[in-house]
T-cell receptor, first 114, second 114 residues
Framework: AQSVSQHNHHVILSEAASLELGCNYS??????LFWYVQYPGQHLQLLLK??????LVKGIKGFEAEFIKSKFSFNLRKPSVQWSDTAEYFC????????????FGTGTKLQVIP | KAGVTQTPRYLIKTRGQQVTLSCSPI?????VSWYQQTPGQGLQFLFE???????NKGNFPGRFSGRQFSNSRSEMNVSTLELGDSALYLC?????????????FGSGTRLTVV
C-alpha cells in the first residue's frame, strides 16, 4: 500500500518569499501524483497533477512541482507567494493503472504574512 | 455545470445513533469516493464506488458503509456513532476514479457526535 509524508505541518512566510513544500511517498511501482489546495472556507481543489512525461509540472496560480523518482518526492514550489496563497496544501498519490485508491498526506498549512 | 453537492452541511448526533450522508457527483462522473478529514490526520480514505459497485475500501470498521445508485448519487452510513467519528466527511467525484484526472470535491458534511 502507498503512503504519503508531508513533513512541514505549518509554514509561515512573508509575501514575495519563495515556497517549497515537501512531499515524499512510499510505493515501489509507478504512481500518479497530485497536489490539492484548500483555501479558508472553501472546498479542496486540484492544484496540479503528474502522470508521466516531463517531471516538472506546472499548475494553476503559478505553482509547480517536480517529480524526482529516485527520491520518491514531489515537492511543490512557487517563486513568490502572495497573501492569497494562505491555505492548506495536500499531497496525494495513487498507484498507476487499475483505478487504485488515492492516498493523501496530512497536509501543510501555509500562512503568508503581508 | 453544477459541482459536487453534499447534504446536509452540518449534523449533530448523539453517541449510538446512526447517520446517512448524501453526495451528488458532477453530471457524467461515475466514480464517487468518500474521505474522512480530521485535524492532524488529513484525509482518510473510506471507500470508492463506481457504477454502483464498491471498487476500493479503506481501513474503517464495518460501521461505515456506503452505496451508489444508478444515477451515480452516493450515500454513506455510519451506525452506532462514536465520539471519534466527529469529522468532516468529504465526497470526491471523478470520471472513472480519483487517479485518472483528479477529484472534484464537495464542501463536505461536518458531523459532530456528542
Amino acid at each position: 500500500a502507498q503512503s504519503v509524508s508531508q513533513h512541514n505541518h505549518h509554514v509561515i512566510l512573508s509575501e514575495a518569499a519563495s515556497l517549497e513544500l515537501g512531499c515524499n511517498y512510499s510505493y515501489g511501482g509507478t504512481v500518479n501524483l497530485f497536489w490539492y489546495v484548500q483555501y479558508p472556507g472553501q472546498h479542496l481543489q486540484l492544484l496540479l497533477k503528474y502522470f508521466s512525461g516531463d517531471p516538472l509540472v506546472k499548475g494553476i496560480k503559478g505553482f509547480e512541482a517536480e517529480f524526482i523518482k529516485s527520491k520518491f518526492s514531489f515537492n511543490l514550489r512557487k517563486p513568490s507567494v502572495q497573501w492569497s496563497d494562505t491555505a492548506e496544501y495536500f499531497c496525494a498519490v495513487n498507484a498507476a493503472g487499475g483505478y487504485q485508491k488515492v492516498t493523501f498526506g496530512t497536509g501543510t498549512k501555509l500562512q503568508v504574512i503581508p | 455545470k453544477a459541482g459536487v453537492t453534499q447534504t446536509p452541511r452540518y449534523l449533530i448526533k448523539t453517541r449510538g445513533q446512526q447517520v446517512t450522508l448524501s453526495c451528488s457527483p458532477i453530471s457524467g462522473h461515475r466514480s464517487v469516493s468518500w474521505y474522512q478529514q480530521t485535524p492532524g490526520q488529513g484525509l482518510q480514505f473510506l471507500f470508492e464506488y463506481f457504477s454502483e459497485t464498491q471498487r476500493n475500501k479503506g481501513n474503517f470498521p464495518g460501521r461505515f458503509s456506503g452505496r451508489q445508485f444508478s444515477n451515480s448519487r452516493s450515500e454513506m452510513n455510519v451506525s452506532t456513532l462514536e465520539l471519534g467519528d466527529s469529522a468532516l466527511y468529504l465526497c470526491a467525484s471523478s470520471l472513472a476514479g480519483g487517479g485518472d484526472y483528479g477529484y472534484t470535491f464537495g464542501s463536505g458534511t461536518r458531523l459532530t457526535v456528542v
